[in-house]
Every structure is written in C-alpha cells, then in structure tokens.
C-alpha cells in the first residue's frame, strides 16, 4: 500500500473523482472533449497531487501539491456553475457536486495548514 491510500482526503477525492464522472455522462455528447473532458480532469487532478505530493522530501513542497489540489477543486466548481447554467447539470446534481467539492475542500485546508505547522 503506497503512503497516499491511507489518507482520507485522498481517498474522499476519489469518490469526488467517481461523483463528477457519474454526473457529467449525461453531458451532451458534442461537450465529450469540451467541459466534460475538463471537469474530469480537474476531479481526477486532486487525488493526483495528493498521491505526488506525499512523494516529496519535504512538507514544503507536499503542502505545494495540496494547493494544486485545492486549486482543482475551485475548477470543477465553476465549471459546474457553467454546465449548471448551460442546462447540463440539474440543481440536485449541482448540490451533489458542490456539497462534496466543499467537504473535500476543507479536508485540503485542514492538511495543508497542518503541513505549514510542522
């Protein structure tokens, strides 16, 4: 088992990857390689800079990782404002989205201030 499984917030971003990818399959096809593609990939962005930044020497540079993760959150919501508004996403699907993108947001804040205090 590598160091990041054991990390809930890694393992929360993968159900956060799993959530984005069951509520952008009902996107228009002709946005496949448009905001689908790019709403996947900030999701799968996140659990991805967790999993490299623990492979770093130092908290300095692990705590740079977990912003990049936090930025890709920030990402996958306001793409999700964009396919909410553009009538690709309903309002619960939304929710659904922006409820965990807030969870795993704070599970980010809480590791990365607890980097900077080491």
Known sequence: MFNFEKLDVWQKAIDFADLVYKH????PSDE???LTNQMRRAAVSISSNIAEGTSRMSQIDFARFIEIATGSVFEVISQAFVGRREGFLNEANFCAIYKAAEEVGRMLSG???SLASK
């Open 111 to 113: 590791l990365r201030k």
């Open 24 to 27: 952008t399959r009902q996107f």
């Open 32 to 34: 496949r390689f448009g």
